[in-house]
Structure formats: C-alpha cells, structure tokens
C-alpha cells in the first residue's frame, strides 16, 4: 500500500525566511506522480505541483521550487523569502496509476501547517 | 470554463438526519472521485465514480454512505443517520476521460453534525 509521510506537523517562521516542507512517500509502483497543495484558511485546495516519477529535474516557480530525489523517496518543497499570504496547510500527495484498471487515487499527507508572521 | 462545483459549501445537520452533499464535475469530464478529510488530518478516498458506475469504493464507510453519479445531474455523496463523527470536509474531484491522473479539485463541502 502506498503512503505519503509529512513529519512536520507545523512550521512557524518569520516573513522572508526561507521554508522547506518535507514529503516522503512508499509505493511499490515504478510509475506514479507527485502532488502539492495548498489549502488557505478559506478552505480550498490550491493544487501547486504534479511531477512525474520519471522526471527527477527540480522545478522552480517563482518563489516556490520542489526537490524530487528518487533515492530516498522524498519530494520537498521550499518556499524562498516566506510572505504572510503563504501561511496554509500544505497537503503532498502521491498517485499511483492502475495500469490495469486506467484510474488512480490519491493518497494525502496528513499536511504541514505553516505559520508566517510579519 | 467553470470548475467543479460543489454544493451546499456548508451544510449543518442534527444527529440521525441525512445529509446530501452534490458535486457537478467540469465540463467534459466523466470521472468523479470523493474523498474525506477529518479535523486536522488529511483527506482520504472514498469513492471512484463513472457515469451510472461505481468504480472504486474501497474507502467508503460500510454503512451509511452511499454514492451515485447517474447519467444526468450531478454526484451525489449520500449520509444517512449522520452521527457527529461524520462532521468533516468532504472534496470531490473530477478527471478527463483521458487523463484519468489529473484530478481537478472542488471547493468542498463542510458538514457539520449537531
């Protein structure tokens, strides 16, 4: 069965520090994606990344950028020069692809809430 | 291009009344998927839907909780006899037909039990 670990269950930091979310997951899948997303106060989840388990690049966006590392099964998330506006429960998710069956479910982190005061 | 749709976004039921949580999917889209999230945990799945099928309902609770994505309208997320433990988010998502690993989250229902 697949699993999506986030250890930390809240970060708190100060605007404009630097912030790394942490995601390890299971799968015995070779084929199978990763998400992140973000869900404000308000409730919605923001969907923030899906990356392929064949695509190792790291991916910048803006301030946010993911480090995929197959090796130790872990798909990290910084957020560069926190803001007020970033604090949210930031959910990884990981999809594993029934090839059989054609569809995929998603498995959820319990999330990191994160904290950023001015 | 509306995404999807859930509603009602809040809802509040007493103990034992029946709660209906409605989920119309994107435009063009014929796959629909609920999933649950409990106080402070993340969200689970409970439900795979196609049109007029049920796919996958691994994750549903055995009683109680039933779900229909009938050929018109939208889905529906049934909760008979609610009991204050069912009180939660409840999130739908819908895929394309081809693309079945990209899931497009709604808003989300909030149901509380009294």
């Known amino acids: 069965a697949q699993k999506v670990t986030q250890a930390q269950t809240e970060i708190s930091v100060v605007e404009k520090e630097d912030v790394t979310l942490d995601c390890v997951y299971e799968?015995?899948?070779?084929?199978?994606?990763l998400f992140w997303y973000k869900q404000p106060p308000s409730g919605e989840l923001v969907f923030l990344i899906r990356?392929?388990?064949?695509?190792?690049q790291n991916e910048i966006s803006g301030r946010y950028s993911w480090n995929f590392q197959k090796s130790t099964s872990s798909f990290n998330f910084t957020i560069t020069a926190s803001q007020v506006v970033d604090s949210a429960v930031y959910f990884c998710?990981?999809?594993?692809?029934?090839?059989?069956?054609?569809?995929?479910?998603?498995?959820f982190g319990k999330g990191t809430m994160l904290l950023v005061s001015p | 291009n509306a995404g999807v749709m859930q509603n009602p976004r809040h809802l509040v039921r007493r103990r034992g009344q029946e709660a209906r949580l409605r989920c119309s999917p994107m435009?063009?889209?014929?796959?629909v998927y609920w999933y649950r999230q409990l106080p402070e945990e993340g969200l689970k799945f409970m439900v795979y839907?196609?049109?007029?099928?049920?796919?996958?309902e691994s994750g549903m609770p055995k009683e109680r909780f039933s779900a229909e994505f009938p050929k018109e309208g939208p889905s529906i997320l049934r909760i008979q006899q609610v009991v204050r433990g069912d009180s939660a988010a409840y999130f739908c998502?819908?895929?394309?037909?081809?693309?079945?690993?990209?899931?497009?989250f709604g808003p989300g229902t909030r149901l509380t039990v009294l």
């Open positions: 839907l196609q049109k007029e099928n049920i796919i996958d």
């Open positions: 990356r392929n388990s064949f695509d190792e």
């Open positions: 998710a990981l999809s594993e692809s029934y090839m059989n069956s054609g569809y995929s479910t998603l498995t």
């Open positions: 435009k063009g889209h014929s796959h």
């Open positions: 998502a819908s895929s394309p037909r081809l693309r079945r690993d990209e899931q497009f």
């Open positions: 799968t015995r899948d070779t084929t199978y994606y």
